[in-house]
């Protein structure tokens, strides 16, 4: 017996006004609970604590350009399709510590790469008519987890 009950059943004993009550008590929980968290979700911030990114400025600079060029899908004959700069500014979030990660590396990556050639995956097994790939899935990723410890 949950406590809305209990304390309709308390309060008003007659059974047609208790699903009225009841109705109306859970009515008013849940109009306490709506103002409550949409209180908190709509809270204004104080001046200065910004809840949002800084806009970039290429994005800004592309949607000046579209909106002082006399056809909005050209631009000195070029159409402003293809690539975009992202509305935000992101660049805040990344430390000059992992910049370095994102660059571009200048060495060449190889034609081939296989994980057998290093011993860490072993080769393919033939599963037979079972329909058991998701346990040789599941065994290969143990061994490929296990072999390299």
């Given at each position: ?25 859970y009515a ?76 571009r590396s ?44």
């Amino acid at each position: 017996m949950d406590i809305v009950t209990a304390l309709c059943s308390v309060l008003i004993p007659s059974e047609v006004t208790f699903l009225t009550l009841k109705r109306s008590l859970y009515a008013v929980l849940l109009a306490i609970l709506v103002h409550t968290f949409s209180s908190v979700a709509f809270a204004t911030l104080p001046a200065g604590q910004g809840a949002f990114a800084p806009l970039n400025p290429e994005f800004l600079a592309l949607q000046n350009m579209r909106s002082s060029s006399v056809q909005s899908a050209f631009v000195d004959g070029n159409r402003l399709l293809g690539e975009r700069p992202s509305p935000l500014d992101l660049s805040h979030v990344l430390s000059p510590k992992s910049a370095g990660i994102y660059a571009r590396s200048t060495v060449a990556l190889p034609s081939r790469y296989d994980l057998r050639d290093h011993g860490v995956l072993l080769p393919m097994r033939d599963q037979a008519p079972f329909g058991t790939c998701w346990a040789f899935g599941a065994l290969a990723s143990l061994e490929s987890t296990l072999k390299k410890a």
